[in-house]
């Protein structure tokens, strides 16, 4: 799974918390906004290594990596997602869904911004590997391995294309096909 597919799942699964259990959505909304944070920061060639969502937003910040209205949302995920992810001591009142509405709303328009921006058209995901430029050999290596889809090729690793392909020019070969159409592999 690369980071992309990674901020993806995340989303959906604060989607799904954010009515059950606000709490858990509160903490998956801040994991979400880091990983999406990390994945900005490495397409700007700097490792992020270690660092914490409020060291990354500052990082965005002072790079101007991201529009100022961008920023914004993304502290009030941190200021949620840390208030659901500590013990809050003596405040034992329960996190619910009205209280986590202004974080799930910012992580709603900080994910639709990335998605808009580094994600990868779903009609390319959905396209057959035959609609693709490659020649007979890779496209038949594909079929042989059951991987059908764009998506599903971008789902693989580049060790386990690697293996698909057992040859370097044979995985060139899809890596520049999937670059035309703007699909990275990871």
Same mark, same amino acid.
């Given at each position: #799974?690369?980071? !992309?597919?990674?901020?993806?799942?995340?989303?959906?699964?604060?989607?799904?918390?954010?009515?059950?259990?606000?709490?858990?959505?509160?903490?998956?909304?801040?994991?979400?906004?880091?990983? !999406?944070?990390?994945? !900005?920061?490495?397409?700007?060639?700097?490792?992020?290594?270690g660092?914490?969502?409020?060291?990354?937003?500052?990082?965005?910040?002072?790079?101007?990596?991201?529009?100022?209205? !961008?920023?914004?949302? $993304?502290?009030?995920?941190?200021?949620?997602?840390?208030? @659901?992810?500590?013990?809050?001591?003596?405040?034992?009142?329960? /996190?619910?869904?009205?209280?986590?509405?202004?974080?799930?709303?910012?992580?709603?328009?900080?994910?639709k911004?990335?998605?808009?921006?580094? @994600?990868?058209?779903?009609?390319? $995901?959905? #396209?057959?590997?035959n609609?693709?430029? $490659?020649?007979?050999?890779?496209?038949?290596?594909?079929?042989?391995?059951?991987?059908?889809?764009?998506?599903?090729?971008?789902?693989k690793?580049?060790?386990?294309?690697?293996? /698909?392909?057992?040859?370097?020019?044979?995985?060139?070969?899809i890596?520049?096909?999937?670059?035309?159409?703007?699909?990275?592999?990871?």
């Amino acid at each position: #799974m690369n980071s !992309i597919q990674n901020i993806d799942r995340l989303f959906k699964k604060v989607k799904k918390f954010q009515n059950t259990d606000p709490e858990v959505a509160l903490m998956l909304a801040r994991k979400t906004a880091e990983a !999406i944070a990390k994945h !900005i920061i490495q397409a700007s060639s700097f490792s992020p290594g270690g660092l914490m969502l409020d060291k990354l937003i500052e990082k965005m910040s002072s790079d101007n990596m991201v529009a100022k209205k !961008i920023l914004n949302p $993304l502290r009030t995920i941190q200021a949620y997602g840390n208030y @659901g992810a500590h013990d809050q001591q003596n405040d034992y009142g329960e /996190i619910d869904k009205e209280y986590a509405s202004p974080c799930i709303m910012a992580i709603e328009t900080v994910y639709k911004w990335f998605d808009e921006k580094y @994600g990868v058209p779903k009609n390319i $995901l959905n #396209m057959s590997v035959n609609e693709i430029e $490659l020649s007979v050999k890779a496209a038949n290596a594909l079929n042989n391995a059951n991987i059908l889809t764009v998506g599903a090729v971008w789902a693989k690793s580049k060790a386990d294309l690697m293996k /698909i392909f057992n040859n370097a020019t044979a995985f060139a070969e899809i890596e520049s096909a999937l670059s035309k159409l703007g699909v990275k592999l990871e």
